[in-house]
T-cell receptor, first 113, second 117 residues
Framework: DAGVTQSPTHLIKTRGQQVTLRCSPK?????VSWYQQALGQGPQFIFQ???????QRGNFPDRFSGHQFPNYSSELNVNALLLGDSALYLC????????????FGEGSWLTVV | AQKVTQAQTEISVVEKEDVTLDCVYE???????LFWYKQPPSGELVFLIR??????QNEISGRYSWNFQKSTSSFNFTITASQVVDSAVYFC??????????????FGSGTQLTVLP
Protein backbone atom coordinates (compact mmCIF):
# COMPACT_ATOMS: atom_id res chain seq x y z
CA ASP A 1 0.00 0.00 0.00
CA ALA A 2 1.70 3.15 -1.23
CA GLY A 3 1.75 6.02 1.18
CA VAL A 4 1.74 9.69 0.30
CA THR A 5 4.30 10.38 -2.42
CA GLN A 6 5.75 13.74 -3.35
CA SER A 7 8.00 15.02 -6.11
CA PRO A 8 10.53 16.39 -6.54
CA THR A 9 12.34 15.66 -3.29
CA HIS A 10 14.79 18.54 -3.60
CA LEU A 11 14.94 21.56 -5.86
CA ILE A 12 16.69 24.90 -6.12
CA LYS A 13 15.03 27.93 -7.69
CA THR A 14 16.00 31.52 -8.25
CA ARG A 15 14.12 34.39 -6.66
CA GLY A 16 11.23 35.48 -8.90
CA GLN A 17 10.80 32.10 -10.55
CA GLN A 18 7.80 29.81 -10.28
CA VAL A 19 7.71 26.27 -8.89
CA THR A 20 5.28 23.35 -9.06
CA LEU A 21 5.29 20.58 -6.47
CA ARG A 22 3.33 17.35 -6.87
CA CYS A 23 1.60 14.96 -4.51
CA SER A 24 -0.15 11.62 -4.81
CA PRO A 25 -2.31 10.77 -1.81
CA LYS A 26 -2.36 7.50 0.04
CA UNK A 27 -4.47 4.87 -1.67
CA UNK A 28 -8.16 5.40 -0.90
CA UNK A 29 -7.68 8.99 0.27
CA UNK A 30 -9.51 11.75 -1.57
CA UNK A 31 -8.41 14.83 0.37
CA VAL A 32 -5.06 16.53 0.08
CA SER A 33 -3.61 19.26 2.26
CA TRP A 34 -0.38 21.20 1.88
CA TYR A 35 1.85 22.48 4.65
CA GLN A 36 4.95 24.66 4.70
CA GLN A 37 7.65 23.92 7.26
CA ALA A 38 10.40 26.49 7.66
CA LEU A 39 13.65 25.39 9.25
CA GLY A 40 13.29 24.83 12.98
CA GLN A 41 9.54 25.39 13.00
CA GLY A 42 6.39 23.32 12.94
CA PRO A 43 4.43 22.87 9.71
CA GLN A 44 1.90 25.54 8.79
CA PHE A 45 -1.30 24.84 6.88
CA ILE A 46 -1.43 26.30 3.36
CA PHE A 47 -4.67 24.88 1.96
CA GLN A 48 -6.76 21.75 1.47
CA UNK A 49 -8.32 20.27 -1.66
CA UNK A 50 -11.35 18.02 -1.85
CA UNK A 51 -13.44 17.19 -4.92
CA UNK A 52 -11.05 19.28 -6.99
CA UNK A 53 -11.85 22.44 -5.05
CA UNK A 54 -10.00 24.42 -2.44
CA UNK A 55 -11.96 23.91 0.78
CA GLN A 56 -9.93 25.96 3.19
CA ARG A 57 -6.91 28.18 3.12
CA GLY A 58 -4.39 29.21 5.72
CA ASN A 59 -2.67 32.57 6.03
CA PHE A 60 -0.71 32.45 2.78
CA PRO A 61 -0.66 34.97 -0.08
CA ASP A 62 -2.23 34.40 -3.48
CA ARG A 63 1.20 33.53 -4.86
CA PHE A 64 0.45 30.11 -3.44
CA SER A 65 -2.11 28.23 -5.50
CA GLY A 66 -3.05 24.65 -6.02
CA HIS A 67 -4.99 22.16 -8.00
CA GLN A 68 -6.49 18.73 -7.49
CA PHE A 69 -7.00 16.30 -10.34
CA PRO A 70 -9.79 13.73 -10.81
CA ASN A 71 -7.44 10.99 -9.57
CA TYR A 72 -7.07 12.97 -6.30
CA SER A 73 -3.44 13.90 -6.91
CA SER A 74 -2.55 17.52 -6.32
CA GLU A 75 -0.14 20.26 -7.26
CA LEU A 76 1.14 23.22 -5.29
CA ASN A 77 2.27 26.22 -7.32
CA VAL A 78 4.24 29.14 -5.95
CA ASN A 79 4.78 32.20 -8.14
CA ALA A 80 7.29 35.03 -7.81
CA LEU A 81 9.44 33.08 -5.37
CA LEU A 82 10.96 34.89 -2.42
CA LEU A 83 13.95 33.85 -0.36
CA GLY A 84 11.52 33.30 2.53
CA ASP A 85 9.71 30.61 0.56
CA SER A 86 12.66 28.30 1.20
CA ALA A 87 11.16 25.48 3.24
CA LEU A 88 10.06 21.88 3.35
CA TYR A 89 6.67 21.52 1.67
CA LEU A 90 4.64 18.64 3.03
CA CYS A 91 1.62 17.02 1.48
CA UNK A 92 -0.92 15.23 3.65
CA UNK A 93 -3.85 13.04 2.73
CA UNK A 94 -6.90 11.86 4.60
CA UNK A 95 -10.31 10.25 4.09
CA UNK A 96 -12.94 11.54 4.48
CA UNK A 97 -12.13 15.28 4.30
CA UNK A 98 -12.31 15.52 8.06
CA UNK A 99 -10.62 12.19 8.51
CA UNK A 100 -9.10 11.94 11.89
CA UNK A 101 -5.89 10.30 10.80
CA UNK A 102 -3.77 12.38 8.50
CA UNK A 103 -0.78 10.87 6.68
CA PHE A 104 2.16 12.89 5.41
CA GLY A 105 4.64 12.41 2.60
CA GLU A 106 8.39 12.93 2.87
CA GLY A 107 8.11 16.43 1.53
CA SER A 108 9.79 18.56 -1.11
CA TRP A 109 12.76 20.62 0.02
CA LEU A 110 12.68 23.97 -1.80
CA THR A 111 15.66 26.32 -1.70
CA VAL A 112 15.28 29.78 -3.21
CA VAL A 113 18.54 31.57 -4.01
CA ALA B 1 -7.94 30.22 17.44
CA GLN B 2 -5.93 27.13 18.21
CA LYS B 3 -2.49 27.06 19.75
CA VAL B 4 -0.04 24.31 20.63
CA THR B 5 2.98 24.92 22.84
CA GLN B 6 5.96 22.62 23.14
CA ALA B 7 8.16 24.40 25.63
CA GLN B 8 11.05 21.96 25.34
CA THR B 9 13.09 22.90 22.29
CA GLU B 10 15.76 20.24 22.74
CA ILE B 11 16.14 17.25 25.03
CA SER B 12 19.17 15.02 25.28
CA VAL B 13 19.14 11.70 27.15
CA VAL B 14 21.32 8.64 27.41
CA GLU B 15 20.05 5.40 25.94
CA LYS B 16 17.67 3.45 28.20
CA GLU B 17 16.57 6.55 30.08
CA ASP B 18 12.89 7.47 30.13
CA VAL B 19 11.94 10.81 28.58
CA THR B 20 8.73 12.84 28.59
CA LEU B 21 7.86 15.39 25.91
CA ASP B 22 5.41 18.07 27.00
CA CYS B 23 2.53 19.51 24.99
CA VAL B 24 0.04 22.17 26.07
CA TYR B 25 -2.82 23.22 23.82
CA GLU B 26 -5.44 25.95 23.62
CA UNK B 27 -8.82 25.73 21.92
CA UNK B 28 -12.34 26.93 22.58
CA UNK B 29 -13.84 23.86 20.94
CA UNK B 30 -15.27 21.07 23.02
CA UNK B 31 -14.61 18.58 20.24
CA UNK B 32 -11.05 18.34 19.07
CA UNK B 33 -8.29 15.87 18.25
CA LEU B 34 -4.70 15.75 19.43
CA PHE B 35 -1.87 14.14 17.53
CA TRP B 36 1.78 13.29 17.96
CA TYR B 37 4.07 12.96 14.95
CA LYS B 38 7.73 11.97 14.69
CA GLN B 39 9.96 13.62 12.10
CA PRO B 40 13.30 11.94 11.35
CA PRO B 41 15.94 13.80 9.32
CA SER B 42 14.38 12.53 6.08
CA GLY B 43 11.51 14.95 6.66
CA GLU B 44 8.49 12.67 6.61
CA LEU B 45 6.05 13.18 9.46
CA VAL B 46 5.31 9.76 10.93
CA PHE B 47 1.94 9.45 12.64
CA LEU B 48 2.19 8.12 16.21
CA ILE B 49 -1.15 8.65 17.90
CA ARG B 50 -4.50 10.46 17.75
CA UNK B 51 -6.78 11.15 20.73
CA UNK B 52 -10.19 12.79 20.72
CA UNK B 53 -11.31 15.23 23.37
CA UNK B 54 -13.87 12.82 24.83
CA UNK B 55 -11.38 10.08 25.56
CA UNK B 56 -9.05 10.88 28.43
CA GLN B 57 -7.84 7.33 28.83
CA ASN B 58 -4.10 7.15 28.85
CA GLU B 59 -2.62 4.92 26.21
CA ILE B 60 0.42 2.69 26.07
CA SER B 61 1.89 1.25 22.90
CA GLY B 62 5.09 -0.66 23.45
CA ARG B 63 7.67 1.79 24.79
CA TYR B 64 5.40 4.77 24.07
CA SER B 65 2.73 6.14 26.39
CA TRP B 66 0.53 9.21 26.31
CA ASN B 67 -1.02 11.16 29.20
CA PHE B 68 -4.03 13.29 28.18
CA GLN B 69 -5.36 15.67 30.85
CA LYS B 70 -8.15 18.05 29.84
CA SER B 71 -7.99 19.82 33.20
CA THR B 72 -4.52 21.12 32.38
CA SER B 73 -4.90 21.08 28.56
CA SER B 74 -1.91 18.82 28.25
CA PHE B 75 -1.10 15.82 26.11
CA ASN B 76 2.32 14.55 27.15
CA PHE B 77 4.28 11.79 25.48
CA THR B 78 6.67 9.44 27.30
CA ILE B 79 9.24 7.12 25.77
CA THR B 80 10.37 4.40 28.12
CA ALA B 81 13.86 2.92 27.82
CA SER B 82 14.82 5.27 25.01
CA GLN B 83 16.87 4.05 22.06
CA VAL B 84 19.16 5.83 19.63
CA VAL B 85 16.57 5.25 16.87
CA ASP B 86 14.13 7.43 18.84
CA SER B 87 16.25 10.47 17.99
CA ALA B 88 14.05 12.81 15.94
CA VAL B 89 11.91 15.92 16.16
CA TYR B 90 8.55 15.25 17.78
CA PHE B 91 5.53 17.40 17.04
CA CYS B 92 2.29 17.74 18.92
CA UNK B 93 -0.68 18.92 16.84
CA UNK B 94 -4.31 19.94 17.35
CA UNK B 95 -7.32 19.75 15.06
CA UNK B 96 -10.63 21.39 15.95
CA UNK B 97 -13.90 22.27 14.22
CA UNK B 98 -13.49 25.99 14.73
CA UNK B 99 -10.49 25.89 12.44
CA UNK B 100 -12.90 25.29 9.61
CA UNK B 101 -14.55 22.41 7.84
CA UNK B 102 -11.23 20.97 6.84
CA UNK B 103 -9.27 18.81 9.25
CA UNK B 104 -6.53 21.42 9.54
CA UNK B 105 -3.69 20.68 11.93
CA UNK B 106 -2.11 23.31 14.16
CA PHE B 107 1.39 22.22 15.13
CA GLY B 108 3.66 23.08 18.00
CA SER B 109 7.22 24.13 17.28
CA GLY B 110 8.56 20.66 17.96
CA THR B 111 11.00 19.07 20.41
CA GLN B 112 14.33 17.78 19.15
CA LEU B 113 15.09 14.56 21.02
CA THR B 114 18.63 13.22 20.94
CA VAL B 115 19.31 9.82 22.46
CA LEU B 116 22.99 9.23 23.08
CA PRO B 117 24.48 5.72 23.06
Amino acid sequence: DAGVTQSPTHLIKTRGQQVTLRCSPKSGHDTVSWYQQALGQGPQFIFQYYEEEERQRGNFPDRFSGHQFPNYSSELNVNALLLGDSALYLCASSFPPDGNTIYFGEGSWLTVV
Amino acid sequence: AQKVTQAQTEISVVEKEDVTLDCVYETRDTTYYLFWYKQPPSGELVFLIRRNSFDEQNEISGRYSWNFQKSTSSFNFTITASQVVDSAVYFCALSARSSGSARQLTFGSGTQLTVLP
